[in-house]
């Protein structure tokens, strides 16, 4: 007797099974399971895979697109010039609002687990302290990290480094940093000792906006690799956007990545926020502006995809939908090869899980914790292809939601035809 079972589940590899939860964890996965549900849920042979992961968004800023003013040359600095006026207005309630509608928004598409940046250089913390409730008060819907975030500098803001240090004290998960920002080059090197400094003090993992610039003259991530070397802290270093990997040339490119996989690295590219704030300055030909995700993955460097923001002074547009940022990796990365389809799924589940430190619960396994997400797609090739509804979403074992898919109807010749896009399955069956 299970508290829940999910029956005929297509799993990544193709394998039908039955899923019996017990509680908020697996109790079993097999073909054909004994026993009953107190509820059940038919996957009707359709994908269920472990939950997409957000790795890297801002919740404190999340949903304020158009609250100062819309940018209207959609760039870095103009988001950047409206923050700073939005943020003045910032209320613990204000932020607690946003937050947790955008955690519904992300959670109901299938993203169970979410790392957020938050703004620290703020000495009142009014976002941070919001988000730690939120974190405690959404526990039902995503597993929340935070990550103290100084947005305008740790050293280039008055006592950023205090502020970053009473983040961690107050309780973030993760400590940030932003070195490219920073005045001076020496400054910024400077703030990647202190992020680390503060992370070994306080074991915490970290994930620093870092090189988020079209310049191929900022190179801080091989600082962090330096770094983390240097601290022995290989698998908790994560630098996000390294945008400018996108400019530099190949040989210094690929001197690096040796440096990253010795250092075990984590990078996180968001394609939303990178394809649309990159290649600014740019006449023809643009630059992508993306990071190098398809050749750090090859060189066995472990990449996850992030979608950043959703509607704020940054990124007008969004839903918290992974499958549109891992959509927008494949086609900027150019992973449309058979084989590679699978590995962007990868950048939205498991590498994400991995950046996060949370493999160890992460998976449809017995014994893990119980989350997953059933598809309207047969395989994760076409759940991408489709950008597929997340029929089902289970959290902690309960179904925190579920969407109707479309109902696509053709008339012809006075007949309705029900047609689904689901090429995929079909040729399977026939074959
Ligand atoms: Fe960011």
Not at 16 to 41: C, F, N, S
Not at 391 to 401: N, Y
Request: aromatic share 6%; with cysteine; net charge negative.
């Amino acid at each position: 007797m299970y508290d829940l079972l999910i029956t005929n589940a297509r799993l990544r590899d193709g394998q039908l099974v039955d899923i019996g939860i017990q509680g908020e964890r697996i109790a079993a996965v097999a073909p054909g399971l004994l026993g009953e549900g107190a509820r059940t849920v038919d996957a009707r042979g359709l994908l269920v895979s472990p939950p997409l992961i957000e790795p890297h968004c801002h919740l404190d800023a999340v949903l304020t697109e158009g609250d100062a003013g819309h940018n209207e040359s959609g760039t870095l600095l103009e988001g950047i010039q409206r923050w700073s006026v939005r943020k003045q207005s910032l209320t613990h309630e204000d932020v607690k609002r946003r937050a947790v509608e955008g955690i519904k928004w992300y959670a109901s598409q299938g993203a169970l687990y979410i790392r957020s940046h938050v703004d620290v250089c703020d000495p009142s913390f009014t976002a941070l302290k919001a988000l730690l409730e939120v974190k405690e008060e959404c526990r039902d819907l995503v597993d929340l990290q935070l990550v103290a975030f100084p947005q305008e500098g740790i050293l280039s803001y008055p006592q950023g480094e205090e502020l970053m240090e009473e983040a961690l004290r107050l309780g973030v998960d993760v400590v940030g940093a932003i070195p490219h920002y920073e005045i001076t080059r020496e400054m910024g090197v400077e703030s990647i000792h202190i992020a680390f400094r503060l992370a070994e003090k306080y074991d915490r993992p970290i994930d620093a906006h870092c090189d988020e610039t079209d310049d191929d003259q900022s190179r801080f991530v091989e600082v962090m690799a330096a770094e983390t070397l240097a601290r022995g802290m290989q698998g908790r270093v994560t630098a996000s956007h390294t945008t400018a990997m996108h400019s530099y040339s190949n040989a210094y490119a690929f001197k690096l990545f040796g440096w990253l996989k010795r250092a075990e690295m984590h990078i996180i590219a968001n394609p939303p926020d990178n394809i649309i704030l990159q290649g600014r300055f740019d006449s023809y030909p643009k630059r992508r502006g993306m990071t190098r995700v398809k050749e750090l993955l090859e060189y066995g460097i472990n990449v996850a995809v992030g979608h950043d923001s959703v509607m704020d002074p940054w990124y007008p547009l969004g839903t918290g939908n992974m499958l549109h940022a891992a959509f927008l990796a494949l086609h900027i990365a150019q992973m449309s090869g058979y084989e590679e389809v699978p590995r962007v799924w990868d950048l939205v589940t498991e590498n994400a899980a991995r950046v996060m430190e949370v493999t160890e619960d992460y998976g449809i396994q017995p014994g893990k914790q119980a989350d997953l997400v059933l598809f309207d797609a047969p395989t994760d090739r076409d759940a991408l292809r489709t950008l597929a509804t997340p029929l089902v979403c289970v959290k902690r074992g309960r179904v925190i939601s579920e969407t109707t898919a479309p109902r696509v109807r053709v008339f012809r010749g006075g007949q309705a035809e029900e047609i689904r896009y689901q090429q995929e399955r079909i040729r399977g069956e026939s074959g």
